[in-house]
């Protein structure tokens, strides 16, 4: 019997470090997050700023770029950031993989600001001994614009948000800026919920497509706030459109301050509570008044006995 639970415990050990393998070696960006582009130049100045960021964040685990010192963790180790076999994506799939992380990385997207992870991806990239291969797709070059505008489209009854960006070049034209990821999102009681997805970043013409969670509750008439944004304002500062749409469930809001609840802020805990509370109150001043009632109780017992 005990042979047997040996053997169960080894084949179930066994098939969670296969599978922690596997989907290590599966992890793949995104195919449209290969157009993203390092809005910096590679100068002294950002690769050296780069690498104080990479020693404060990164060093720890993946150990010194192209020295090969990585910490051994098991069962995958994470990679030497410097080498070759790393510096083969693109400036985008390494920007996505240290914002998005994935297992026992953590993920930057909100610890490091989009400059920062940049100027670590200039760091990485001093060490790339052969540029030409690392750049397996053409990098998308959108012409300099100014008056740069995210406007959306929604359709009400696909539930779809199409989102479309522009700007105008110097010649007074107004050209779709193309490879630019935008984010999606919803306003719920405690923050915004992303619903843009992992491939939200502008075709040919600009856009971005995004279908709307059939099952989002809205309020009393389905209505819900959107928020669209340049996320890399980098590119071209912060760019921003806000729009109220019918695209969710129409619901009657309940404030959950106002339910009784354990956590509750304005005097409404659990009836259950309030009567457990209550009743561990009055026995514990009976067992006080009990013990009282005994003292005194005590020199009529000892005349009593005489």
């Known amino acids: 019997m005990k042979n047997a ?9 066994l098939f969670v470090f296969t599978a922690s393998v596997v989907n290590a070696q599966k992890w793949q960006a995104p195919v449209s997050s290969k157009k993203k582009q390092n809005p ?5 100045r950002n690769i050296s700023s780069g690498k104080k960021i990479y020693n404060i964040n990164c060093k720890s685990c993946h150990g010194d770029a192209a020295m090969g010192n990585m910490l051994p963790l098991q069962p995958v180790a994470p990679s030497d950031l410097g080498s070759q076999a790393f510096l083969i994506q693109t400036d985008g799939e390494i920007y996505y993989k240290v914002n998005k992380g994935n297992g026992a990385m953590p993920t930057f997207e909100k610890t490091l600001s989009d400059e920062d992870k940049w100027m670590v991806i200039t ?4 060490f790339d001994q052969n540029k030409k291969e690392s750049k397996k797709i053409a990098e998308v070059k959108n012409p300099e614009v100014t008056d740069v505008k995210l406007l959306l489209d929604i359709n009400n009854e696909n539930k779809r ?38 491939d939200a970043y502008t075709n040919e013409k600009g856009e971005v497509s995004v279908q709307f969670p059939e099952d989002l509750p809205g309020d009393r008439e389905g209505h819900v706030n959107l928020l669209a944004k340049v996320t890399d304002d980098a590119y071209y500062g912060e ?10 469930i129409p619901t009657n809001p309940v ?10 802020t304005r005097a409404n805990a659990p009836i259950w509570i309030i009567f457990s509370y ?18 005194i109780q005590l020199p ?3 005349k009593n006995k005489e």
Not at 5 to 13: D, E, S, T
Not at 172 to 198: C, M, T
Not at 239 to 248: K, P, T, Y
């Open 278 to 295: 209550v009743g561990g109150v009055i026995c514990i001043w009976g067992v006080i008044f009990l013990v009282l009632f005994q003292l």
């Open 40 to 44: 910096y130049e590679a100068s002294t």
């Open 161 to 198: 948000i199409l989102a479309n960006l522009t700007g105008v070049t110097a010649k007074g034209d107004r050209v779709a800026l193309q490879g630019i990821e935008l984010s999606v999102k919803v306003k719920r009681n405690f923050g915004y919920l992303d619903i843009s997805g992992d």
């Open 255 to 264: 404030n959950p301050l106002d339910e009784r609840a354990m956590w509750g």
């Open 239 to 248: 760019v921003i459109v806000d729009r109220i749409a019918s695209l969710g």
């Open 5 to 13: 639970i040996k053997i169960i415990a080894g084949l179930f050990l």
């Open 300 to 302: 009529k017992l000892a």
């Open 123 to 126: 760091y990485l990239r001093s």
